[in-house]
Nanobody, 117 residues
């Protein structure tokens, strides 16, 4: 499974961005997909996940400003980000997990988001 993330860029504080993650395989076969981010000098942190039933889960600090969604027919997961601030500047990564006989995890290449004050 290959994941291609896009949609990052430079935005002013208070602005919005929508990230997209396209999977090379049908997302019906993926148990979870999600978004993570990593700022310079910090650990990678989870933002949100969505499972194969469409059930979403958010890191508490991300609730309200970030919205994860999926369009199965397009094999695409989105992350809508609103009211962005400089602390949201990071590389954003798409993630997918398959829970079958073994657990398999996949990562996209990351897309840079920079929020200017």
């Amino acid at each position: 499974v290959q994941l291609q993330a896009s949609g990052g860029g430079v935005v002013q504080a208070g602005g919005s961005l929508r990230l997209s993650c396209v999977s090379s395989a049908s997302i019906y076969g993926l148990s979870f997909m999600g978004w993570f981010r990593q700022a310079p000098g910090k650990q990678r942190e989870m933002i949100a996940t969505i499972d194969d039933r469409g059930i979403t889960n958010y890191e508490d600090s991300m609730k309200g400003r970030f919205i994860i969604s999926a369009v199965n027919a397009k094999n695409t997961v989105y992350l809508q980000m609103n009211s962005l601030g400089p602390d949201d500047s990071a590389v954003y990564y798409c993630n997918a997990v398959q829970l079958m006989a073994t657990r398999r995890e996949y990562w996209g290449q990351g897309t840079q988001v920079t929020v200017s004050s």
